[in-house]
């Protein structure tokens, strides 16, 4: 099985943007807890501040990986074309947040790409992503 986990803008800064929202970890150390606790599974990371890389890394893996675990960061709240990749490819996508967004501000109770995605998953720290994985291994 492979996973892709896919990060938008400012994730990067994990463990140092905003420690109360996001906490203090960095998404180096919870790749490396992911696949200790699912060495059977080939589990990628990328990250890009980008819309259109984000696109174009979808697009690359969309029809050959097993699942992509996606947080888009705030593109989630106003991109169209994003939405459009996830329901133009066949791998199946989980949108992830760290943070309860419903919980947070009004504009960030809207997500744009939902409606393609598999399953939502929300505020549960960095343990979201194990939840998404979780979730992908038994789609199969």
Known sequence: ??????????????????????????????????????????????QSNVE??????????????????????????TSIALLDCIKSITTPVIEVHISNVHAREEFRNHSMISAGCKGVIAGFGLDSYRLA????????
Do not use: W
Request: hydrophobic residues 35%; proline residues 4%.
């Open 1 to 46: 099985m492979k996973i892709l986990i896919l990060n938008g803008p400012n994730l990067n800064l994990l463990g140092k943007r905003e420690p109360g929202i996001y906490g203090s970890e960095n998404m180096e150390t919870c790749m490396e807890r992911l696949r200790t606790a699912y060495p059977h599974i080939d589990i990628e990371y990328r």
């Open 52 to 77: 259109g890389e984000l696109i174009n890394i979808m697009q690359e893996t969309g029809f050959t990986y097993d699942g992509i675990v996606f947080n888009a960061g705030a593109y989630t709240h």
């Open 133 to 140: 994985v979780e979730a992908l291994t038994r789609l199969k």
